[in-house]
């Protein structure tokens, strides 16, 4: 089933991909709506992801700027609170140097680009690259699997690629959890996984690229179903997961349907 040219790969496509291939086709291909929540009992999750992004709104605006004193109040308000003194601890520690924040790059891969939107981009005064990723998910992802997942090397690739100048060698990515802030994952990079990345990420967008419209089967791990909307139409029954423990909490990637590209591009600091 051949892409539209113009197709912007992100960690969330490329995700659901590999987490179920039907998955891909209905949101990405069909842009198929079904009206099944994503989870039960639904208020609570739908909570704890409008805390999360609430979170995310706040540590942006605190790294461009505004006044911890002033946005304390909302952080309370919210029920973020304790996220929002430990991410304060946590942004003390920070390296010195020129900050992005919020920024989303683009670059290419073949003939499909990749977008990714990064939380915030250091240059240290040492020319080092530090990439920064908050989460607010309720369980801490293991160290081998969070070096291997999807967003790490996509995210560490896309600096490499993107950002004139930059080494593979010159680049970390730090996740941050806020209901673990004392547990951060620091990831380096080099040239050898930058090769590793670039031609595992080109076979993985090839393999979507040429599947056959009968290759995009429903995954035979009905784990992968429990938060999924598409859930009733596959008859992977009408309910979904009880627990929030999932060790995505949806606010790293873009919202395709309302994301600006032309805010994606190389970038110099």
């Known amino acids: 089933m051949p892409l539209p040219v113009d197709f912007h790969f992100s960690q969330g496509s490329l995700r659901d991909f590999l987490a ?24 609570e999750r739908e909570q704890h992801l409008k805390r999360g992004a609430l979170f995310h709104r706040l540590a942006e605006q605190r790294l461009k700027g505004i006044p911890a004193e ?6 309370e308000a919210s029920g973020t609170g304790a996220w929002w003194q430990a991410f304060l601890a946590f942004e003390s520690k920070l ?4 900050r992005l924040v919020e920024t989303a790059l683009m670059t290419h891969l073949g003939q499909f680009s990749l977008i990714a939107k990064y939380d915030l981009l250091i240059r240290g005064e040492d020319g080092l690259i530090h990439i920064f990723d908050w989460k607010t998910s309720t369980i801490r992802q293991k160290s081998e699997r969070l070096r291997e997942d999807i967003q790490t090397r ?12 930059v080494k593979p060698e010159s680049i970390t990515m730090t996740y941050w959890f806020a209901t673990f802030p004392g547990e951060p994952e ?7 996984q930058s090769q590793r990345d670039r031609s595992d990420l080109h076979e993985l967008i090839d393999q979507v690229a040429t599947a056959p419209p009968e290759s995009f089967i429903l995954t035979p791990d009905e784990r992968q179903c429990r938060f999924c ?5 596959c008859e992977r029954g009408t309910g ?11 606010l790293s990637d873009y919202d395709p349907e309302s994301f600006d590209f032309n805010q994606a591009a190389e970038v110099a600091f």
């Open 20 to 43: 179920c291939p039907r998955r891909f086709r209905l949101r990405y291909i069909e842009r198929m709506a079904w009206p099944a929540v994503e989870a039960e009992p639904y208020l």
């Open 70 to 75: 002033a946005l304390a109040p909302l952080a």
């Open 95 to 98: 390296p010195a140097g020129d």
């Open 154 to 165: 996509l995210y560490l690739l896309m600096a490499a690629e993107a950002l004139p100048g």
């Open 186 to 192: 620091l990831i380096p990079y080099s040239s050898a």
């Open 229 to 233: 909307v598409y859930r009733s139409y």
């Open 240 to 250: 979904a997961g009880t627990s929030l423990e999932t060790d995505e909490d949806g």
